[in-house]
């Protein structure tokens, strides 16, 4: 690493965390109801392509908002 790598490594890492998560940031940003769930489905099986998609989608469904009356 002495070749000066070292932040080409860590941009990578960063743009690897950044796809694996998504779907978190994703319902983060879109403040979904189940935002959490929605992180721990992707903590835990992102890492299998189904729990990845399943999370991803989950996370672009319509998000509930209460009605003000």
Same mark, same amino acid.
């Given at each position: 690493?002495?070749?000066?790598?070292?932040?080409? *490594?860590v941009l #990578? @890492?960063?743009?690897?965390?950044?796809?694996?998560f998504l779907? =978190?940031? !994703?319902? +983060?940003?879109?403040r979904?109801h189940?935002?959490?769930?929605i992180? *721990?489905?992707? #903590? @835990?099986?992102g890492?299998t392509?189904?729990?990845?998609?399943g =999370?991803? !989608?989950? +996370?672009?469904?319509?998000?509930?908002?209460?009605?003000?009356v």
């Amino acid at each position: 690493m002495q070749d000066g790598s070292g932040g080409l *490594v860590v941009l #990578l @890492l960063i743009f690897v965390a950044a796809t694996y998560f998504l779907p =978190a940031i !994703v319902a +983060a940003m879109r403040r979904h109801h189940n935002s959490v769930a929605i992180f *721990v489905l992707n #903590l @835990l099986l992102g890492w299998t392509l189904i729990g990845w998609v399943g =999370a991803l !989608v989950w +996370a672009c469904t319509v998000v509930n908002r209460p009605a003000h009356v």
